[in-house]
């Protein structure tokens, strides 16, 4: 597998390569094509990475009642996107999307048995990634990380609100 991921391969320079945000999106790029190829390895070739956490939020979440806006929030993404991701996750017969009596426009998302067997046979393939993700890296490095890119995601998220108001 030939990934632009070190220098010279890809004729980036070197002073953006080591940029974080440029790291960062080597390292996501990696991942998700990781999980892409163990997806079609059990035969779900058309479901993405964004399908597989939607599924697994709804499974840990089974017993709340979980709406679109749920989902919008949870994910951070926009009510057209999920809206679209939705409709092709429930075609495929993954989820179900039921009126709310009295607010047709309000959706409760449902997981079908379907989705439940996916989830099943997916979470072998999260471990073995995420073993291989930290191999090497002791307890103390994995939380610290997870702690800077708590910090890095505040951070984009401040930035964000403060483009937005010099927007207006």
Same mark, same amino acid.
């Given at each position: 597998?030939?990934?632009?991921?070190?220098?010279?391969?890809?004729?980036?320079?070197?002073?953006?390569?080591?940029?974080?945000?440029?790291?960062?999106?080597?390292?996501?790029?990696?991942?998700?094509?990781?999980?892409?190829?163990?997806?079609?390895?059990?035969?779900?070739?058309?479901?993405?990475?964004?399908?597989?956490?939607?599924?697994?939020?709804?499974?840990?979440?089974?017993?709340?009642?979980?709406?679109?806006?749920?989902?919008?929030?949870?994910?951070?993404?926009?009510?057209?996107?999920?809206?679209?991701?939705?409709?092709?996750?429930?075609?495929?017969?993954?989820?179900?999307?039921?009126?709310?009596?009295?607010?047709?426009?309000?959706?409760?998302?449902?997981?079908?048995?379907?989705?439940?067997?996916?989830?099943?046979?997916?979470?072998?393939?999260?471990?073995?990634?995420?073993?291989?993700?930290?191999?090497?890296?002791?307890?103390?490095?994995?939380? %610290?990380?997870?702690?800077?890119?708590?910090?890095? %995601?505040?951070?984009?998220?401040?930035?964000?609100?403060?483009?937005?108001?010099?927007?207006?």
């Amino acid at each position: 597998m030939r990934m632009c991921m070190q220098d010279k391969m890809c004729g980036i320079p070197e002073a953006e390569v080591d940029r974080v945000g440029y790291q960062l999106k080597v390292l996501d790029r990696m991942f998700k094509k990781t999980m892409e190829a163990g997806m079609r390895k059990n035969g779900y070739d058309n479901m993405t990475m964004m399908n597989g956490w939607i599924i697994g939020y709804l499974i840990n979440h089974e017993n709340d009642t979980i709406y679109q806006k749920d989902l919008e929030k949870k994910f951070k993404v926009g009510k057209s996107s999920l809206s679209g991701t939705l409709k092709i996750m429930e075609e495929k017969g993954f989820i179900e999307r039921k009126s709310v009596p009295g607010n047709a426009r309000v959706k409760q998302v449902v997981l079908t048995d379907k989705a439940r067997e996916y989830h099943y046979n997916m979470e072998q393939g999260r471990q073995e990634l995420e073993e291989q993700v930290t191999k090497g890296l002791s307890d103390e490095e994995i939380e %610290q990380f997870r702690q800077v890119v708590k910090k890095m %995601q505040s951070n984009v998220a401040e930035y964000l609100e403060q483009l937005k108001i010099e927007k207006e």
